[in-house]
């Protein structure tokens, strides 16, 4: 294994006519990695092509120096939770993981240990010996997640990983993918639940249509949305006199005193410059009660991007 | 291709096969396959039982000839066919199908060593219950034959050489049709139209002109019976003028055409992927 980054350059997929992902050029750094996009956006279909389940109509794809169509050596240190519901016929769940590791070559002992390990850090092991066809769908996600880090992958790519796992193991699911990133592996995960990508990503891709829209670290993909100025929550006890200062920048394109009357939104194209000239601007006898972002999140930045119904830009 | 290259393989291999052979043994929907393999050895049971109950002496040649028209016509034409329709067109179609393909395909294995196991997983299922099938059935032969007779068949009139005959071709089928099936799977979604023209085309292998014969799999299953059916008396209506050739050269043809099929598999497995909502 060479390289530390999982790359796309100039990456196509089609289905017939139909695109899947166009001109993807990407560099993934260790960490967590969020695919963020409406359905159809084409977040699985990069996760296909990145473990090899489908191939590039055209571009390259590099994934810590190893092409995706070699598996045998991909899969040593890629694991892969997809997001197909369906698995081998009559398995229970330990024989699911146990003979994924076998076929990895893995000695029985070995393979045996390495099961009850993983199947241990999903909270399974209590059900790991009935048959997977009579699993909850929470149960069917934990075993697949069991599945792809049963091996200590270095990357992680997980389609939806947090589907149908109730609030205790998905706070203990999150905890897992933050020491595995914490631990310097490439965690890259897709979801539709936008608070929880902000809480846990490193850096966000957004998808959209089959187009990358925006990557990179949530506030600097933020900064670079310029058609809708930063909003900042300004709490203080006099928003009016404040707000009549603040017009003197001109980076900023609105303030608005807030309905309760104790604070004021103000809207920025220049958020760095504007955080900078804030104190000078404060006059005698306003008294900053606190001073934050209002829309430097993933939830702004996809409704900004994509739009408020998941359409295209 | 080192040591530790055929080592690992080589333990994938297994690891497919016991995945594989369970799955294709325990199958519900493979029931059919263990009737078909089962009708002839009921078959000769039921009349070799009848024969112990009715005291009737038995004319070892007339059942031998009985057993002969039923392998040619019913075991290798129909059971050992579908048999294998049944297996391997499953082997990936099938878990297409199903959307349980992936499994496989996210494990650290060469798209070949995963064709391999399961191609020998397939062998091994068709070959075990047809050989089965087929043993039960020469046993049935001779189970109401005196003993003495029967040892005489055995090993002084050359009895034991058929018995071998009919089980290495019984493999040989599986083999052969397996990998053809095999290849099927890949090329089409719905191959139900392509096995069809595959039965036609070794239905008509008598008629066809002699290279073209050599294009199927019946035509050397044929050469390596080692009874010819008559074409005078009882069975001259099924009998078939056939051009037999040199067994090894029968083995030789049956093992070309299933080393094909998996070259062509072998292609076809490495371009594959998985996107289930075509299928």
């Known amino acids: ?313 | 291709m080192n040591p530790d290259s055929w080592s690992l393989w080589r333990a994938q291999v297994a690891a497919i096969l016991r995945l594989e052979i369970k799955k294709n043994f325990l199958a519900k929907r493979g029931l059919w396959i263990y009737l078909l393999a089962a009708a002839p050895v009921a078959l000769m049971w039921t009349h070799a039982m009848l024969n112990l109950r009715d005291h009737r002496v038995c004319d070892l040649g007339h059942d031998s000839l009985i057993f002969a028209t039923m392998f040619q016509f019913f075991y290798l034409r129909f059971a050992i066919f579908f048999g294998c329709v049944g297996v391997f067109l499953r082997l990936f179609r099938g878990e297409m199908m199903e959307k349980s393909l992936h499994y496989y395909l996210l494990a650290p294995v060469r798209r070949e060593v995963l064709l391999v196991g399961k191609y020998l997983a397939g062998v091994i299922t068709t070959s075990i219950i047809f050989c089965t099938g087929t043993a039960l059935t020469l046993l049935a032969l001779l189970v109401h034959v005196p003993r003495m007779a029967a040892e005489q068949y055995l090993f002084a009139g050359g009895g034991m050489g058929h018995v071998l005959a009919y089980i290495g071709t019984t493999a040989l089928a599986c083999i052969a049709y397996g990998s053809v099936f095999l290849v099927m799977g890949f090329l089409f979604h719905n191959p139900v139209v392509p096995v069809v023209l595959v039965l036609l085309w070794e239905a008509a292998n008598p008629f066809l002109p002699q290279l073209l014969k050599r294009l199927s799999v019946i035509f050397y299953l044929h050469s390596l019976l080692p009874i010819s059916l008559p074409a005078q008396g009882d069975f001259a209506f099924l009998a078939i003028l056939r051009t037999p050739m040199p067994a090894y050269l029968a083995v030789a043809g049956l093992l070309s055409i299933a080393l094909a099929g998996l070259w062509l598999g072998a292609r076809q497995v490495r371009k594959l992927e998985i996107n289930y909502g075509t299928e």
């Open chain 1, 1 to 313: 294994m060479t390289g530390s980054e999982i790359l796309f350059e100039n990456v196509s997929r089609f289905y017939g006519d139909v695109l899947g992902v166009n001109r993807v050029s990407l560099s993934i750094p260790p960490g967590i990695t969020s695919l963020v996009g409406p359905n159809g956006s084409g977040k699985t279909t990069l996760m296909n092509l990145m473990t090899g389940l489908l191939r590039p109509t055209q571009g390259r794809i590099n994934i810590l120096g190893v092409a995706p169509d070699d598996p045998e050596r991909l899969f040593r240190f890629v694991g892969y939770c997809t997001q197909f519901d369906s698995f081998p016929r009559g398995m229970t769940g330990y024989e699911f993981v146990y003979s994924y590791l076998r076929l990895h070559g893995k000695p029985h002992a070995e393979a045996d240990e390495l099961t009850c390990r993983a199947i241990d850090r999903v909270k399974l092991t209590d059900a790991a010996t009935r048959k997977i066809a009579g699993y909850s769908k929470g149960m069917r996600q934990r075993i697949k997640l069991a599945q792809a880090i049963c091996h200590n992958p270095s990357v992680l790519v997980l389609d939806e990983p947090l589907n149908g796992l109730d609030p205790l193991v998905r706070a203990e699911t999150i905890a897992l993918f933050r020491a595995l990133a914490e631990a310097g592996r490439h965690v890259i995960i897709s979801s539709h639940i936008l608070h929880e990508v902000d809480a846990i990503s490193d850096q966000v891709i957004l998808l959209s249509s089959g187009y990358v829209v925006a990557e990179g670290q949530i506030h600097g993909v933020r900064t670079e949305v310029e058609d809708h100025p930063m909003q900042i929550l300004i709490r203080c006890n006099r928003p009016s006199v404040l707000a009549s200062r603040i017009f003197e920048l001109d980076t900023v394109v609105e303030a608005r005193v807030h309905n309760d009357g104790k604070g004021l939104l103000v809207r920025t194209r220049d958020p760095d410059r504007f955080y900078l000239m804030l104190n000078r601007l404060v006059v005698d006898g306003v008294d900053l009660e606190s001073v934050a972002p209002a829309d430097d999140d993933v939830n702004s930045v996809y409704e900004y991007l994509i739009g408020p119904d998941g359409g295209s830009i």
